[in-house]
């Protein structure tokens, strides 16, 4: 094989995305870079998804499972896959032309192992769409505890490639998530074992609509990161417990004042108390 141009392993996991995902997959066949193989994991949907899915055979491979949850599905992806370098599409999202071929060059000249992008919303959201700048490089795992439910790695799976010997370290996703925060908990036990940088350009389109994961009531998403900090604090003794759940529980106060939501609030008081410090 070419070292000069490492094969891609592309890992899509979809689960009812028939309205979204022949665009998803156009854009990555699509890909300058060529040298890339695309596993397709179908997540027990029960729309006509895998029928658009092998509209593409010959392109791509798909690997058919039980719902079981995007954790799981990329997962199977993974362990599928062939690739020096993995990289996750979410089954709603779009990606620019040049993204992969950017990002591999950008990471072999920098001997990095993770790099990740800008993005910029689009879909259901009225006004004008937010671009989510990329900021975060180098030793990225102290960041995960001093800035609690942050996106590190900005938008999450759509915007990152990164080595799979980093994986092979940092281990797979943590099917126990089932939602929020699967990819922050994903992404901070890689930022342990790898060294992170990112290009600042706008190389994902992240899809807002109702189905997705960015529309999980406020109590979900609560929970998910109460999970994922919990976890955290589990691994790694060095970290301040007291610290980090102030912060964590202020962000969720001020959400729950912001929007005057009352169940959010009600849930935040009621897991104070089941805490430990």
Same mark, same amino acid.
């Given at each position: 094989m070419?070292t000069s141009k490492?094969?891609?392993? /592309?890992?899509?996991?979809?689960?009812?995305?028939?309205d979204?995902?022949?665009?998803?997959? +156009?854009?990555a066949?699509? +890909?300058?870079?060529?040298?890339?193989?695309?596993? $397709?994991?179908?997540d027990?949907?029960t729309?006509?998804?895998l029928? &658009?899915?092998?509209?593409?055979?010959g392109?791509?491979?798909?690997i058919?499972?039980?719902?079981n *949850?995007?954790a799981?599905a990329r997962?199977? *992806? /993974?362990?599928?896959?062939?690739?020096?370098?993995?990289?996750?599409?979410?089954?709603d999202?779009i990606?620019?032309? +040049?993204? /992969?071929e950017? +990002?591999?060059?950008f990471?072999?000249?920098?001997? &990095?192992?993770?790099?990740?992008?800008s993005g910029?919303?689009? *879909?259901?959201?009225e006004?004008k769409?937010l671009?989510?700048?990329a900021k975060?490089?180098?030793?990225?795992?102290?960041?995960?505890?001093t800035?609690p439910?942050?996106a590190? /790695?900005?938008? *999450?799976?759509?915007?990152?490639?990164?080595?799979r @010997?980093?994986i092979?370290?940092?281990?797979?996703?943590?099917e126990?998530f089932?939602?929020?925060a699967?990819?922050w908990d994903?992404?901070r036990r890689?930022c342990?074992y790898?060294?992170v !940088?990112?290009?600042?350009? @706008?190389? $994902? !389109?992240?899809?807002?609509h109702d189905?997705n994961?960015?529309?999980a009531?406020?109590?979900s998403?609560? @929970?998910?990161?109460?999970?994922?900090?919990?976890?955290?604090l589990? @691994?790694d003794?060095?970290? !301040?417990r007291?610290?980090v759940w102030?912060?964590?529980?202020?962000?969720? $106060?001020?959400?729950?004042?912001?929007t005057i939501?009352?169940? &959010?609030?009600?849930?935040?008081?009621a897991? &104070?108390?089941?805490?430990?410090?």
């Amino acid at each position: 094989m070419n070292t000069s141009k490492p094969l891609v392993s /592309i890992v899509i996991p979809v689960f009812n995305a028939s309205d979204f995902v022949l665009e998803t997959l +156009q854009s990555a066949t699509n +890909q300058t870079y060529k040298n890339i193989e695309i596993i $397709v994991v179908d997540d027990g949907s029960t729309d006509n998804s895998l029928d &658009l899915i092998k509209s593409f055979e010959g392109k791509i491979t798909v690997i058919s499972t039980t719902n079981n *949850g995007a954790a799981s599905a990329r997962n199977l *992806g /993974i362990l599928a896959s062939s690739g020096l370098i993995i990289a996750f599409l979410d089954s709603d999202d779009i990606w620019d032309p +040049q993204k /992969i071929e950017k +990002q591999v060059s950008f990471l072999l000249a920098n001997e &990095l192992d993770l790099v990740y992008c800008s993005g910029r919303e689009f *879909g259901e959201r009225e006004g004008k769409h937010l671009v989510h700048r990329a900021k975060f490089s180098g030793n990225c795992y102290p960041l995960f505890s001093t800035n609690p439910t942050v996106a590190i /790695i900005t938008l *999450g799976c759509s915007t990152a490639i990164l080595k799979r @010997e980093v994986i092979n370290k940092s281990g797979l996703f943590d099917e126990n998530f089932k939602g929020p925060a699967e990819d922050w908990d994903f992404f901070r036990r890689v930022c342990r074992y790898g060294n992170v !940088d990112f290009i600042d350009e @706008e190389l $994902v !389109d992240y899809r807002i609509h109702d189905k997705n994961v960015s529309r999980a009531s406020a109590v979900s998403y609560f @929970e998910g990161n109460k999970m994922a900090i919990s976890k955290m604090l589990s @691994e790694d003794k060095s970290i !301040d417990r007291l610290r980090v759940w102030l912060d964590f529980y202020l962000v969720f $106060v001020k959400e729950s004042i912001k929007t005057i939501n009352t169940g &959010l609030m009600a849930r935040v008081i009621a897991s &104070l108390f089941k805490v430990s410090y």
